[in-house]
């Protein structure tokens, strides 16, 4: 018996990944996609092997792609006959600081981060709309919470759009569909694996997307995760001066 289904974006790796181990095994049915299909088959197979009874259904998608986007998400809502719940999941880590000549990697990060975040977020609730029910789950980050130096800068700048993309819609109040904004705090990923000094406070994937997953089922429209320490970082990241800011992260 399916408790619902689920549409992760960028869930070939990282949080996407370990998200969809996770609702799976709480007895969603997944929509699983990214641009790399051999990935998510290779999860499917993996979530299948594990859990017989749930359908995973992997979809190639480049959500830089708005038609694709529109394309992907339409069919699996006539393949699913629902979708219970969309998770705005796909990002990218570029960045660089203004001014250093590094234009084309900031660009790209706002495209994926942000544009495509929009153009899934629309075509989520083009569905919702449609069925008079749903949740739409943004995935943002702490860094969204206050500007952010150097090669956070314009990253930080895309999640905070993320964040009040979220926020805007729960303003209209519409009756049947809940918005969440999930802020992850340091949680270990493909995306800061690469990272030569592991920043503070980092947690191993798989606790830090339970917290996530926590979050997500209980419907929060706002979760920093794991709250420990990003709720009492994050009353600090907004209001304590600059300078101090730039010390704690």
Not at 67 to 96: H, P, Q, S
Not at 158 to 184: F, W
Not at 223 to 236: N, S
Request: proline share 4%; net charge positive.
């Amino acid at each position: 018996m399916s408790r619902g289904t689920i549409l992760i974006t960028g869930a070939s790796s990282g949080l996407g990944a370990e998200m969809a181990r996770q609702f799976a095994a709480l007895g969603y049915d997944l929509g699983i996609c990214a641009r790399r299909t051999e990935r998510l088959d290779e999860l499917r197979a993996e979530i299948r092997a594990a859990l017989p009874d749930r359908v995973v259904s992997v979809k190639q998608l480049d959500v830089t792609d708005d038609d694709a986007v529109f394309t992907v998400f339409d069919e699996y809502a006539a393949e699913f006959g629902t979708v219970d719940r969309v998770i705005v999941n796909a990002g990218l880590g570029k960045g660089a600081p203004l001014g250093t000549g590094r234009f084309d990697a900031n660009r790209q990060t706002v495209l994926v981060n942000f544009l495509a975040a929009l153009a899934q977020s629309e075509a989520a609730m083009k569905l919702f709309r449609a069925q008079g029910r749903g949740h739409l789950v943004m995935i943002s980050s702490m860094s969204a919470v206050r500007g952010m130096p150097k090669t956070l800068t314009t990253y930080a700048a895309t999640k905070a759009g993320v964040a009040a993309l979220a926020e805007g819609l729960r303003t209209e109040d519409i009756a049947g569909v809940d918005i969440s904004v999930i802020y992850p705090g340091y949680i270990r990923s493909e995306m800061n694996d690469r990272v030569k000094h592991q920043p503070k406070f980092i947690v191993d994937t798989d606790v830090g997307v339970r917290a996530m997953v926590a979050a997500i089922e209980k419907r929060r429209t706002k979760a920093y995760v794991p709250a420990w320490p990003w709720i009492p970082l994050g009353f600090a990241l907004r209001t304590l001066p600059l300078p101090v800011v730039r010390k704690l992260i």
